[in-house]
């Protein structure tokens, strides 16, 4: 009875299926394990727990939710498969609940019908997917623009969610757009080095002065930067097309 009344309860809150295979989950995490919002931005500092968390959303998907598809996406296939053996590792932890039809190192089927697919951030080799219930993006400020135009209509129909997980890299690219856009298309999550229990501050002050802080602060805050190659910053390009700045020679 207490098994059945635990798989009842993994069944209706992730947080508990994360409860389950050994993870505490922190409250940011406990979140997004529980949100239904169809458009989540993770901007996340390095080892803070984003694709670990991202896997476990994953396998409640496919257990809970029979004939589901779930994507894992990245710039490269290797990176996608690294988030994809996290989700392994959580299924394996959690008993196999519902066994696999197929299980190898790109995709997971299960006898319910789900299945869970490792993709490379190609776009001319992703287009044959459609009713997507989960897309994660992982790496996303390094996938290209095309590649996201191209997975995007996969949820269409199916009102799937999309939870796109990265630090920041420069101000560029459609996550850096989707992070400084206003209103409520998505939800954004921020979790900096400073929040994570996990990482110390004596290693914090040893990653800044070994990186330097453009690089520290993209990877560990969770800060936007301009490139080193960028010989104007965005507040000054956005400050050329700004109405209260008079030009030096009106024009007639």
């Known amino acids: 009875m207490n098994k059945l009344a635990a798989d009842l309860a993994a069944a ?54 029979p004939g589901s598809l779930t994507l894992c996406l990245s710039p490269s296939l290797r990176q996608s498969q690294e988030l994809f053996r996290k989700v392994l590792t959580t299924y394996r932890a959690l008993g196999r609940p519902v066994p696999a039809e197929s299980e190898n190192a790109l995709s997971l089927t299960l006898e319910n019908g789900s299945r869970v697919v490792s993709l490379p951030g190609t776009e001319q080799t992703i287009r ?49 757009e989707a992070w400084e856009q206003t209103g409520s298309t998505y939800k954004r999550v921020r979790v900096p080095a400073s929040e994570c229990r996990r990482i110390s501050a004596a290693f914090l002050a040893e990653e800044r ?39 030096l020679f009106p024009t007639t």
């Open 128 to 176: 044959a997917y459609s009713a997507v219930r989960l897309l994660l993006v992982d790496e996303a400020a390094r996938v290209p623009d095309e590649t996201v135009a191209a997975v995007r209509p996969m949820l269409a129909v199916s009102g799937g969610q999309l939870i796109a997980l990265s630090t920041p890299w420069g101000c560029r690219g459609w996550w850096y």
């Open 209 to 247: 002065a070994a990186l330097g802080s453009w690089v520290y602060s993209q990877e560990y805050e969770c800060s936007f930067a301009a490139t080193s190659a960028q010989l104007f910053s965005e507040d000054t390009l956005r400050a050329m097309y700004s109405a209260a700045v008079r030009p």
């Open 12 to 65: 209706l809150d992730p947080v508990q299926l994360a409860r389950r295979v050994g993870m505490e989950p922190d409250p940011w995490q406990v979140d997004v394990l529980r949100s239904d919002h169809p458009r989540l931005l993770l901007n996340c500092c390095r080892q803070s727990g984003k694709s670990t968390t991202a896997a476990v959303k994953a396998v409640h998907v496919a257990v809970y939710e």
